[in-house]
Every structure is written in C-alpha cells, then in structure tokens.
DNA sequence: TAAACCGTATTAGTCGACTAATACACTTTT
DNA sequence: AAAAGTGTATTAGTCGACTAATACGGTTTA
C-alpha cells in the first residue's frame, strides 16, 4: 500500500497535481512498485482532508497515462515496466532539476553557492 | 527599468503569484535596486499578455509588502533597503532551496546525485 | 495648455478547482 | 447470502483567478 507520510499540501497549485506528482515521485524513488496497491478514493481523501472527487480527477489522470489499474469495485493498482519508468522519471526528475536551476540562477547564485545550499537544506 | 525577458509563464501556478516572484529573484540577484524604475501596469500587461488587474494585483501586494511605492498618476518605484533585501532573500531562497531539496529526496535522489544533476542543468 | 500616460477603482462575467450529496453496480469479506 | 468497501458517475454549488470594459483624477511631456 502507496504511503502518503511524507505527503506536504502546498497552496497554490491544485491538490490533484499535487497528488499526482507525489505518487510519480514515489515511483521514481522506487518505493512504489508494479502491482502496488492504492488506497481507496475514499479512504485518501479522508486522510488528505479533500474531496472525493479531487482523488478521483487524480486516480483518472494516472490511469490515463496507463500508470495504474482500476477494477470496478476493487481496488486500484500500480501499473509499471521500465519503460514507463523511464519515462516519467524523464519528465519529473528533468522538470524539478529545471525549475531548480532555473529560479537559482535568477536570484544570482552560483553553482557553487548553490551546492552549499542544497549541503545546507538537505539535513 | 526592470526587465522580464528572463520571465518565463508557467501554469498550475496564479500568474499574479509568478510575477511577483519573479520581481523578488531580481531583487535577491541584485539586478533590481532600490529606486528603480517599474513598468506600468498597462505595459507589462500587453508585454505579458495578462490582464492589467492581474499586473494590478501582483504590485499592490508588493506595495503591502514596502517593497515598491506608486505615486497616484506617475510611475511606480521600487523602495528597497539592506533590511528588507535579507528579508525576502531568506524568504525566497529558503522556500526554493527547501522545495528543490525535498522533492529531490523524496524521488531518492542522494546528495552527489543532486550535485550531478545541478551541473547537468546549469549550461 | 493639451495630449498622453499613469495609478486606482468599479462592475460584470467566465472558467477552473474544489466541495457536497447521492446513486449504482461490482467485488471482497465475513 | 449479507454487509462493507470499491470504482464510477451525476448534479449542484462555492470560490478564487482572471478577463473585460470603463471611468476618474493626478502626473508627465511635448
């Protein structure tokens, strides 16, 4: 079963963005693995504190994007080769490392002030 | 006169938020100083794209802040001191260090693999 | 001085994100 | 078989972000 322990809730970006880019983070760390099992629409928007239908939008967008398996009336599972893998690690992982770079270098920083930065957040 | 040709527009984010953002990471690089003339909203509205409101938005609450004064009819200044710079730098820096780390550790990513992928990013 | 720009404000409307309540059919569990 | 949990769907409504059009008075500039 997927963890959401270490699930933070920003503001300004849609929670359901927020869901899915977790569990494709989770993916990528390999913590969440082929088969996997979901928890409930039900039982995660209680945990998270949100509606229903904003797990749902979530779940359908995944299962859109054939990472997971709904059945009818049972529970949802992860879907995954190495290919899939490799994809979304390609699309997460090059986004946040942009991003990163990005804002960082805007504000002046160097790489090597950045290293210092990321040694100093990272405990 | 600030410039924004390093602004780049995402979505998922208000746009309100980002130019504002974007303002204060010129400020931490330095290439904003106190004083300097802003572009008025109906400029930087066309230049953008964007609705003159959303520019409206995103400079009163930068004058909330103190960080920029308009004049009621001439053009907007921003007003900066040693004070309010450290102020948004550990503001700014810290929530784009902390977010670029977590994320980056919650897809496993270590420490050397970070430095790896900074560099990789940075030209 | 007159034109052009400026900041500010108001009103109305669209659209997406999210909540809320409910229903139905299917699967699993007891 | 019955109960509980599940995925899926529908409808209605709230709320914030953003657009659109317009107006007013102050400042700058030619």
Chains 1, 2 share one sequence.
Do not use: C
């Not at 979304?88 to 805007?106: C, M, P, Y």
């Amino acid at each position: 079963m997927i963890s959401f322990d270490n699930f933070i809730m920003e503001d300004s970006s849609p929670i359901y963005l927020q869901i899915l880019l977790y569990i494709k983070r989770e993916i990528i760390a390999g913590t969440v693995k082929d088969g996997d099992e979901l928890p409930s629409r039900r039982m995660l928007s209680a945990l998270l504190g949100v509606n229903p239908n904003t797990v749902q939008k979530s779940y359908k967008m995944l299962e859109d994007e054939a990472l997971i398996i709904s059945h009818s009336g049972a529970k949802s599972n992860v879907s995954l080769d190495e290919e899939k893998k490799k994809k979304i690690r390609q699309e997460v992982l090059h986004a946040d490392a942009e991003t990163a770079v990005r804002t960082l270098k805007q504000m002046g920083v160097t790489k090597e002030e950045a290293f210092a930065l990321i040694s100093e957040y990272w405990d």
